[in-house]
């Protein structure tokens, strides 16, 4: 079975850089995993911020920025902001009979 | 207003059924996927299953832990996609979303989500 991996937590200070990545049990994440990344706070549905590994929604703020980084998908906060505390979960394609599987999720805290 | 409404959820006892139901408005419904993820209480996103547009035969995948029990359908010309849920698990009580998908533009809209619960 397909084991998509994220950081169970992460913490960063305010104004600060964080990256979060999301591993794949089959081997590197390419550019044809469709990287997805999703926050979500408490008692919310999730919000979209990147598709198809960079894409950013409308809405997205410009501090976050999507990549592939040493065989990973990645998610980058630059200047954290305290409103940036939440979960955040990658979601990647893998065709075939179950085309889509989640990461377990990283809680990101800002201290 | 662009919006996914569900609708649907409830209390059903284990081995029984349910229908949830998603509501479009405010853009082309035809001509996205529709897919379908839940989340239990504490714990963290599940893929649940798709079913694509017509221009890609409304072809349906679900996820390893309901293919074979979850039936995804969509009516286009009432702009509603639904979850048919049979044999339901204590293990299936969950929020379910739906979240609106496209290659080029990717999961554009999400739900605001309704609640299963499976319970005796």
């Known amino acids: 079975q397909t084991v998509v991996t994220q950081e169970p937590s992460l913490t960063v200070s305010p104004g600060g850089t964080v990256t979060l990545t999301c591993a794949s049990s089959t081997g590197a994440v390419t550019s044809g995993y469709y990287p997805n990344w999703f926050q979500q706070k408490p008692g919310q549905a999730p919000t979209s911020l990147i598709y198809s590994t960079s894409n950013k929604y409308s809405w997205t703020p410009a501090r976050f920025s999507g990549s592939l980084l040493g065989g990973k998908g990645a998610l980058t906060l630059s200047d954290v902001q305290p409103e940036d505390e939440a979960d955040y979960y990658c979601?990647?394609?893998?065709?075939?009979?179950?085309?889509?599987?989640f990461g377990g999720g990283t809680k990101l805290t800002v201290l | 207003e662009v919006q996914l409404v569900e609708s649907g959820g409830g209390l059903v006892q284990p081995g029984g059924s349910l229908k949830v139901s998603c509501a479009a408005s405010?853009?082309?419904?035809?001509?996205?996927?529709i897919h379908w993820v839940r989340q239990a209480s504490g714990k963290g996103l599940e893929w649940v299953g798709r079913i694509r547009s017509k221009a890609n035969a409304y072809a349906t995948a679900y996820g390893a832990s309901v293919k074979g029990r979850f039936t995804i359908s969509r009516d286009d010309s009432k702009n509603m996609a639904y979850l048919q849920m049979n044999s339901l698990k204590t293990e299936d009580t969950a929020i379910y979303y739906c979240?609106?998908?496209?290659?080029?533009?990717?999961?554009?809209?999400w739900g605001q989500g309704t609640l299963v619960t499976v319970s005796s």
């Open positions: 405010g853009f082309t419904f035809s001509g996205f996927a």
């Open positions: 979601l990647l394609f893998y065709g075939g009979v179950q085309p889509w599987v």
């Open positions: 979240a609106s998908y496209d290659i080029l533009t990717g999961y554009s809209l």
